[in-house]
């Protein structure tokens, strides 16, 4: 039996290390999602550094105060077995599991009746301990549950939200950039090390093609501000366009999964079945983008196989219709 001090809370949320950019609309979405009772169960999906845990971290700020128990925030990235997912999600509600009843029993007694939204980042290293997660969902009616993956769980319960690139400059238009959160998030960047760094006529054109190269990626975008101590905006693009392994940063307190585009690229592809991978790379040779007809018709790639990409957030349908776009191209 779990006993529960009268003043229990969940852990305190972590502290970001840099300041939160842009992705207004994306907060503003994920608030209506989660304040929508059909919703339970919500995936931030995404590749490696699109900026999915940042997201969820600040939805979790917003919202400590509309679940009456709380936020309980549990980073999973290091986790790399589901056999202690439960002791992670004890840690983050701030209670110690006993020797007995079993773990599972403990936690969900513990969750009884709270209303809590539990925050779960980097999920997808640890999909066979979704069940953990149904058991919650069909025992806690009050609790909501939000996890940040690169790949889609799969459960009945689970809504999606896609997250993409920053919004993008216009490439055509040689005044403005100032506002676009891509470049505001480089340029916060530039000036943890260069401080009293502008944009400026000279440098804007560079600027707004590293934007478009990393394709608005935020952890492309903070890898490539870190080379501005040795190289001008103009080289960085240069370098960039050149090899995408440019994208690499040796900032101490990095994780390593998230040191360069290659490591990050190189995670996720572990993720694959040796099929997936082989689909991968025939698509590669294609272009960034191409229709669904060129895919099955040239690549032999059947619709379910396409969706097992898109689930793992390696390629996406953009708006424009039946176009489909690689989210990986320079890591092949
Ligand atoms: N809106 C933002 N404002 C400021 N920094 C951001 C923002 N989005 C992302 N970042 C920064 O970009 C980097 C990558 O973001 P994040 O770790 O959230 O990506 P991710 O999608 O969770 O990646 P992964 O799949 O590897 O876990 C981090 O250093 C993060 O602090
Ligand atoms: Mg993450």
């Not at 995404?46 to 009456?68: C, D, E, N, W």
């Not at 539990?118 to 953990?132: A, G, P, R």
């Amino acid at each position: 039996m779990v006993v529960e001090s009268p003043q229990w809370r969940p852990r305190s949320l972590l502290i970001p290390p840099t300041p939160f950019i842009g992705r207004e609309a994306e907060l503003a979405e994920i608030a209506e999602l989660l304040a929508n009772p059909n919703c339970r169960f919500l995936t931030i999906l995404g590749p490696g550094g699109m900026g999915k845990s940042r997201l969820a971290l600040q939805t979790a700020v917003g919202h400590q105060t509309i679940f009456a128990d709380g936020i309980a925030y549990a980073s999973l990235a290091s986790l790399d077995s589901s056999e202690f997912i439960v002791q992670a999600l004890a840690e983050a509600l701030n209670f110690t599991l006993a020797s007995s009843p079993d773990p599972t029993s403990q936690l969900l007694n513990f969750l009884h009746q709270k209303e809590i939204l539990l925050v779960l980042d980097n999920f997808e290293q640890l999909l066979d301990s979704v069940w953990v997660l149904a058991e919650i969902l069909a025992q806690v009616s009050e609790a909501k549950i939000l996890i940040t993956s690169r790949q889609w769980l799969g459960l009945q319960e689970e809504w999606v939200f896609a997250v993409h690139g920053l919004p993008l400059p216009d490439e055509c238009d040689d005044k403005g950039a100032e506002e676009d959160s891509s470049v505001l998030l480089f340029l916060h960047n530039v000036r943890r090390s260069r401080h009293s760094f502008m944009l400026t006529e000279a440098n804007r054109a560079a600027i707004v093609r590293i934007c478009h190269l990393v394709d608005g990626l935020p952890l492309g975008l903070e890898l490539a501000a870190s080379w501005v101590h040795s190289l001008s905006c103009a080289e960085i693009a240069n370098e960039i366009e050149r090899e995408l392994d440019f994208l690499t940063v040796s900032t101490r307190n990095i994780a390593e999964r998230q040191g360069s585009i290659r490591t990050v690229f190189d995670y996720s592809w572990q993720l694959l079945s040796p099929v997936e991978q082989q689909i991968l790379k025939r698509l590669s040779l294609l272009d960034t983008s191409f229709s669904r007809e060129i895919v099955e018709t040239v690549a032999g790639v059947s619709p379910v196989q396409l969706l097992s990409l898109v689930d793992k957030s390696l390629i996406h349908r953009t708006d424009k219709i039946d176009t489909i776009c690689l989210n990986c191209s320079g890591g092949l």
